[in-house]
């Protein structure tokens, strides 16, 4: 079978990140299949620019991968999937082969895209497995090909005009036994113009935050790959992409199981590793040995999701951690000169302002490296009109009480507000050379600005 695969995501901020599991599917599809990749990431039209390709590619299937549904200040849902919709249109008007959509942003909501955006088949979580054997299915005719795609888990479709889905595999893939992903497909333009990469060491995440969709992509159950395979792949990249500036872990939280982080660390140090990576941390199993490592090994800052500075809401979300491992964690990034970055969620269900100002003290008192302001977006449609009107007020009086905290506070960075977060901030920051995500380039631990290019 011929099949074009095709990555729809052409979000750039904080940076332009490669399809990085669109590759690991195809690098999992068998190689009796033809596969050709279309990046629509730096296309100006990308509707178009989809058609032409199809046009002069053979295929008998389309591949799409959606990264994304909403945008990074948690705006824009209704934008992406109008986009979706429209790439799909755009395909049907000159290519007659079934369409499969997957990806990070349709796994948090396969049933209602499958409605949304009408592709033939939607595979939620894990790609490798389901699409190969989606690929296999398809070439078979008959009840035999029904009962093959009955036998897929995670995999979505329209049966008598209604959506179905099957239930998940009942195990989680093993993270060694997957191919690497060929980054020689990769457009030169993430590396050239944005200079980072993505790596992933684990999947699975089993902690239990009241709203994180990450468990719907890659389940709660941990695997973890050696970690040389690893500083490997880091390697690989950096011989074949040598103007890469920056490496991303991927995975949901790093150094969680606490031995396998600090192992990865330990392999790169054994490589004299020295190109700069970011990656998601937490205050659990968050100790001094894994951060003195993190830095012997190259990491130039951590983003934590602290979320409150308010032990009830804390509670509330279930993060399974408090204020004083916060702030544990905080003092353990200062002495060891490890930059820290603290994501704060303002106005959660059944948060007070009060709750509010209470974080926003904390953030104060913590002084971390840097901070991350987001307000919380409620669905709108699924609350009472009295509420509704409510919840709007809530967030308009923590959008006051942000505008008077930031000229004290340079270092916190407000994407609902575009404060010291939109495009052309980050435009300078990268002319201006620098790479990583911008938290890191704000402010030294004195409290004086580090970089004042981009201000
Ligand atoms: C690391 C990360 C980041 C880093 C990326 C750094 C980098 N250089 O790569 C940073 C911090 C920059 C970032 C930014 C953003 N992110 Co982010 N990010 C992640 C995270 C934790 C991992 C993504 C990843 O690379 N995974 C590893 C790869 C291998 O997995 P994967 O892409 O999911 O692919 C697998 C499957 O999805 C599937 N698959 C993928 N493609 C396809 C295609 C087909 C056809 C098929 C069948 C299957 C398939 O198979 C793959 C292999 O198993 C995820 C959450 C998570 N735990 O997955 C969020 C996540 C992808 N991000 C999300 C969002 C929204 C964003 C932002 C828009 C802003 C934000 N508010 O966070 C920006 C957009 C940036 C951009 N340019 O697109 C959402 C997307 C879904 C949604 N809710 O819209 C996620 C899911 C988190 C969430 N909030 O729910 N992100």
């Not at 992406?80 to 990070?104: E, F, K, Q």
């Not at 790609?127 to 690929?135: C, D």
């Not at 949901?252 to 600090?262: G, I, T």
Request: overall charge negative.
């Amino acid at each position: 079978m011929r099949i074009a695969f095709v990555s729809g995501n052409r979000e750039k901020l904080p940076d332009a990140c490669v399809p990085l599991g669109l590759l690991y599917v195809m690098a999992s599809t068998p190689r009796r299949h033809e596969r050709a990749l279309f990046d629509l990431c730096f296309e100006q039209e990308p509707e178009e620019a989809l058609q032409r390709w199809l046009e002069r590619t053979p295929h008998d299937l389309v591949a799409l991968g959606m990264r994304n549904v909403q945008n990074n200040d948690y705006s824009g849902i209704n934008d992406n999937i109008a986009y979706y919709r429209g790439l799909i249109d755009a395909a049907r008007r000159v290519s007659d082969a079934p369409i499969v959509i997957g990806g990070g942003g349709f796994s948090v909501m396969p049933a209602e895209l499958m409605e949304h955006l009408r592709p033939d088949f939607g595979i939620s979580g894990e790609g490798e497995q389901a699409f190969a054997r989606l690929v296999d299915a398809l070439e078979v005719e008959g009840t035999e090909g029904v009962a093959a795609l009955d036998a897929i888990g995670s995999l979505f479709r329209f049966v008598g005009g209604v959506v179905v889905g099957n239930p998940p595999e009942p195990e989680f893939l093993v993270m060694d036994d997957l191919p690497v992903p060929d980054r020689s497909l990769v457009d030169d333009r993430y590396s050239t113009r944005y200079g980072i990469e993505s790596v992933q060491t684990k999947r699975g995440c089993a902690l239990r935050c009241d709203y994180c969709t990450y468990p719907l992509i890659e389940g709660r159950v941990g695997r973890v790959r050696r970690p040389e395979a690893v500083a490997d792949e880091m390697e690989a990249v950096m011989a074949a992409r040598p103007e890469t500036r920056h490496f991303f872990i991927v995975d949901s939280v790093f150094n969680l199981p606490r031995r396998h982080a600090k192992n990865v660390c330990r392999a790169l140090i054994d490589r004299d590793w020295s190109v700069p990576w970011t990656c998601y941390a937490n205050p659990l199993g968050f100790d001094r040995e894994f951060a003195e490592l993190a830095v012997r090994a190259g990491c130039a800052g951590m983003e934590i999701g602290s979320d409150s500075g308010c032990e009830e809401v804390l509670k509330r979300l279930r993060k399974g951690f408090g204020t004083a491992e916060i702030r544990r964690l905080h003092e353990t990034c200062r002495d060891t000169g490890l930059p820290d970055c603290h994501t704060f969620i303002l106005g959660t269900q059944g948060e007070s302002l009060g709750d509010v100002a209470r974080t926003l003290d904390f953030v104060r008192d913590l002084d971390p490296f840097a901070a991350i302001m987001m307000i919380w977006v409620d669905d709108h449609e699924a609350l009472e009109p009295a509420l509704r009107v409510k919840r709007m007020a809530l967030r308009e009086q923590i959008e006051a009480m942000l505008s008077a905290c930031t000229p004290d506070h340079p270092n916190w960075i407000i994407p609902p507000m575009g404060v010291n977060f939109d495009a052309q901030v980050f435009r300078r920051l990268r002319r201006g050379g620098l790479h990583g995500p911008l938290w890191q380039h704000l402010r030294g631990f004195a409290g004086s600005p580090r970089v004042t290019g981009i201000a």
